[in-house]
């Protein structure tokens, strides 16, 4: 899916609002509430969600739209054992300039569907949901989640114009992150594991080992039962010479 191109001129005007967003926001979280506005103008959605998406970051540099911050503070637990659920929305929006609908990420797998359903989708009464990720120097800074609760599911048409904007809210919230903390703190758009120590197996479990998944998220991730990721783990420690996770990570070779 190609890019909209800038010629219908309040498309443009926002890519240009955008770009003095970033340059006059007092803080991070103005900036990303004024984003929320700029975008709610060109795509509608009931609940929105602009943050670093994960739960080691504070909910206090999240803009919120729709739902209360204490409601998604309190659904923190729920993150990590989500995370297997998000990836693949990401992985797929990765190829289609980081923007993609649960509708496609799910399309042709009913029991992944029916789990992003009911882990994510009904806590939230939630229907539709569009995720754009902003990336700068192949580091996702951000991600920006839509939902809609009734009406009909986000269009080519709304995607590719969230896939315009991305480029100046990626750079936006890069430069606000850099004031705020000096680097951006959203994980890498991949991790690869280079070690030839290891084989390929090893080195897919170190690469999500590497992103802090647990044993149950890596085997349903790769089609494996955690007692299988638990023994290859092992026999990884020790072609490494690794005591535990954490001199796994120190230990292998990543980029």
Request: aromatic share 4%.
């Amino acid at each position: 899916m190609k890019t909209t191109e800038l010629t219908h001129p309040k498309l443009l005007q926002t890519v240009l609002s955008l770009c003095e967003l970033g340059q006059r926001s007092a803080d991070l979280v103005s900036y990303r509430e004024g984003v929320l506005d700029l975008v709610h103008d060109l795509v509608r959605f009931e609940v929105a969600l602009f943050h670093e998406f994960s739960p080691r970051v504070p909910l206090t540099r999240a803009a919120v739209r729709g739902i209360e911050l204490a409601t998604i503070t309190a659904g923190l637990g729920t993150w990590d054992d989500n995370a297997v659920l998000f990836e693949r929305l990401r992985e797929l929006a990765l190829t289609r300039a980081g923007v993609a609908s649960a509708q496609q990420a799910f399309a042709r797998d009913a029991r992944a569907r029916a789990a992003w359903r009911e882990r994510v989708c009904k806590p939230d009464r939630v229907q539709s949901v569009l995720m754009g990720h902003a990336i700068v120097n192949e580091r996702i800074v951000s991600a920006l989640m839509l939902c809609r609760r009734t009406g009909r599911e986000f269009t080519e048409r709304e995607q590719s114009v969230v896939q315009t904007l991305l480029p100046a809210i990626a750079i936006g919230d890069a430069f606000q992150q850099t004031l705020t903390d000096k680097a951006p703190n959203g994980p890498p758009t991949r991790l690869r594991c280079l070690d030839q120590r290891l084989t390929p197996r090893q080195r897919e479990i170190v690469e999500r080992v590497a992103l802090g998944h647990t044993n149950s998220q890596i085997g349903e991730a790769l089609g494996l039962s955690a007692h299988t990721v638990r023994n290859l783990l092992t026999e990884t420690r020790r072609r490494l010479g690794a005591a535990n996770r954490a001199e796994v990570v120190g230990l292998a070779v990543l980029r």
